[in-house]
Nanobody, 119 residues
Framework: QVQLVESGGGLVQPGGSLRLSCAASGSIRSIESTGWYRQAPGEQREVVATLSRVGMAYYANSVKGRFAISRDTSKNTMYLQMNSLKPEDSALYYC?????????????WGQGTQVTVSS
C-alpha cells in the first residue's frame, strides 16, 4: 500500500508562483510514473503533467512553459513548480503515481490540495 500526501496549495495572485509537493510513503517497491492532475468545480479531472520512470515529461498544452514537474527519488517526493499562474489554473490539484509491487501496477492518488489564483 502506498500513501500520497500533497502540500503547497493556497491563494496566489495572477502571475505568481506556487510549488506543490507530494510525499509518498508505505511499501514502495518501484514507481513506474508520477503525475499531477487537477479538477475545477463542474469540470472533469484533467492531466497537468506526468513524469515517466525514465524521466520523460509530458505537459498539458495549457501549462507548457509555465509548470515543471520533478521528483526526488531519495525522498520519494514529487513536485510541481507552477509559475505565471492564471485564474484558470484554479483547481483542486491531485498527485498520482503508478506503483509496481512486483505482481501488478496499481495507481494511487493523493487527497488533493487547493490552488486558487485570484486578485
Amino acid at each position: 500500500q502506498v500513501q500520497l500526501v500533497e502540500s503547497g496549495g493556497g491563494l496566489v495572485q495572477p502571475g505568481g508562483s506556487l510549488r506543490l509537493s507530494c510525499a509518498a510513503s508505505g511499501s514502495i517497491r518501484s514507481i513506474e510514473s508520477t503525475g499531477w492532475y487537477r479538477q475545477a468545480p463542474g469540470e472533469q479531472r484533467e492531466v497537468v503533467a506526468t513524469l515517466s520512470r525514465v524521466g520523460m515529461a509530458y505537459y498539458a498544452n495549457s501549462v507548457k512553459g509555465r509548470f515543471a514537474i520533478s521528483r526526488d527519488t531519495s525522498k520519494n517526493t514529487m513536485y510541481l513548480q507552477m509559475n505565471s499562474l492564471k485564474p484558470e489554473d484554479s483547481a483542486l490539484y491531485y498527485c498520482s503515481l503508478e506503483h509496481n509491487n512486483g505482481k501488478a501496477v496499481l495507481r494511487y492518488w493523493g487527497q488533493g490540495t487547493q490552488v486558487t489564483v485570484s486578485s
